[in-house]
């Protein structure tokens, strides 16, 4: 049963940083793709970043280009999200969502993804 934990989420003041961590059991990870979705209060779920199985591809929504990076650890089964410059617009909870590998069409719509985790808060003070 394929099971994905975020963790590494909290409080943190504009213009810091925080490393997201997101550990997958379950699934054979080399061939998942991953992706980072989040979904702000009162607002629908987003996409973030998503990156193939090789680590070969990536994409990043707009507004986290140049401050976001997505990064994988084969050997620890783990996916990672660097957010660099956090302003108070990144305030969410966090998904990360796997993709046992078929191929993308569309990696920033969720119904790409067939397995997620189960969220976790960050909080940017302004």
């Known amino acids: 049963q394929a099971q994905l934990v975020e963790s590494g989420g909290g409080l943190v003041q504009a213009m810091g940083s925080l490393r997201l961590s997101c550990a997958v059991s379950?699934?054979?990870?080399?061939?998942?793709?991953m992706a980072w979705f989040r979904q702000a209060p009162g607002k629908e779920r987003e996409f973030v970043t998503a990156m193939d199985w090789s680590g070969g591809r990536t994409y990043y929504a707009d507004s986290v280009k140049g401050r976001f990076t997505i990064s994988r650890d084969n050997a620890k089964n783990t996916v990672y999200l660097q957010m660099n410059s956090l302003k108070f617009e990144d305030t969410a909870v966090y998904y990360c969502?796997?993709?046992?590998?078929?191929?993308?069409?569309?990696?920033?719509?969720?119904?790409?993804?067939?397995?997620w985790g189960q969220g976790t808060q960050v909080t940017v003070s302004s």
């Open positions: 969502a796997a993709q046992p590998w078929r191929g993308w069409t569309y990696p920033e719509r969720e119904s790409q993804y067939n397995y």
């Open positions: 379950g699934l054979t990870f080399g061939a998942v793709a």
